[in-house]
């Protein structure tokens, strides 16, 4: 589960994600924009997950002797939440049945539920830390781990009768030290590193030219097969998906389509070359589950600009200071 909890992420990791929230305003209502709304990464990894595990005998001493009950158990650990204890989640399982109420804690390593401090977010933050701000010290946070059984069963299991559960605890004097430091680090890197200004406008801008390179033609192939679906298509296909990555960008830069959108694409591309950014021009937080991004991403350049001005003006009118912050392309 640990090694393949990632493996449904597109180009870019996330900012694919964006791409399809961009992309998603120009298909026309029907069954593939439904698909691509409730398409995630999560689900992607389990899809990709059971695609390798058609490929070999994995109840053979090679690969562990697993069965049909272990790989639930990896899928369940992948997704994490469920519809039963996230209301807003699409995703499929809605129970925790690969492994019994006494074994819980071990949903609580990869993609915790409950609080979110896994290894997932130890590892990237571990990570991304000692390449932008230097080495921290985080192996108390393994050494003083404990499987403790705590009150409240989550609905994770319908067994748990006495309402107790097991799960990952730490000693309370972890949490000045380690604990609260993890957190801190996240929010840290979240203000210095992966909200920054300059970050954000490349991950727009390269968003754009994904978006671009898919509207004007440029798809990926199909593995093993003669046949090419468009860039956001490709993530309801497997065998698509997998051709997709970030070298995707060298496609749409040496592609011979000769269209405006292309054009437009390759030209965001080397402006990236020169560091000729958008600027920025303030902050609008939008509510995703409402669909406004998509709504947005939907606008004409008139429409966004009225938009931004009436952000403006209410948020002045409701006490605030009346600031956004977009991204927008200095070219108008």
């Given amino acids: 589960a640990g090694l393949c909890h990632d493996l449904g ?16 305003a120009k298909f026309e209502e029907g069954e593939i ?8 990464h999560e689900q992607m990894s389990c899809d990709i997950f ?18 049909e009950g272990d790989l639930l158990f990896v899928r369940e650990m992948i997704i994490g939440k469920d519809k039963e204890t996230d209301p807003h989640s699409k995703r499929k399982y809605k129970e925790r049945v690969g492994r019994p109420a006494d074994k819980n804690f071990l949903y ?28 921290r010290n985080r192996e108390r946070m393994t050494e003083y781990a404990r499987v403790c059984r705590v009150s409240g069963n989550q609905d994770h299991h319908a067994d748990t009768s006495d309402n107790m559960r097991t799960t990952i605890c730490w000693p309370e ?12 680090s996240r929010f840290e890197m979240h203000q210095t590193v992966y909200q920054h200004k300059k970050v954000c406008t490349m991950d727009e801008m390269i968003a754009d030219v ?28 497997i065998p698509a998906f997998v051709n997709l990555n970030d070298n995707f960008l060298e496609l749409v830069a040496d592609s011979a ?21 958008y600027d920025n021009c ?7 589950k409402r669909g406004e991004h998509e709504d947005m991403c939907a606008m004409g350049t008139d429409e966004l600009v009225a938009a931004i001005i009436q952000h403006h003006e209410q948020s002045k009118l409701n006490g605030g200071d009346g600031m956004c912050d977009m991204i927008g392309d200095s070219e108008g």
């Fill in 33 to 40: 924009k439904e698909k691509l709304r409730a398409w995630t």
């Fill in 210 to 237: 994904l978006c671009h390179a898919f509207e004007g033609g440029v798809t990926v192939r199909v593995d093993g097969a003669a046949t090419r679906v468009s860039l956001a298509e490709a993530c309801l296909s």
């Fill in 108 to 135: 609580d390593i990869v993609n915790n539920a409950d609080h979110g401090l896994d290894v997932d977010k130890l590892d990237y933050l571990h990570r991304d830390t000692v390449m932008a701000l230097g080495e």
């Fill in 50 to 67: 059971d695609d390798i595990m058609q490929g070999i005998d994995y109840t053979s001493e090679e690969y562990g002797g697993l069965d």
């Fill in 173 to 184: 004097k972890m949490y000045k030290d380690c604990m609260r430091d993890c957190f801190q």
């Fill in 9 to 24: 992420h597109g180009p870019f990791s996330h900012m694919y994600e964006t791409l399809l929230r961009k992309c998603i």
């Fill in 282 to 288: 303030g902050i609008y937080l939008m509510d995703t």
């Fill in 257 to 277: 389509i000769d269209n405006a959108h292309v054009k437009k694409a390759q030209a965001l591309l080397e402006r990236l070359e020169r560091r000729d950014l």
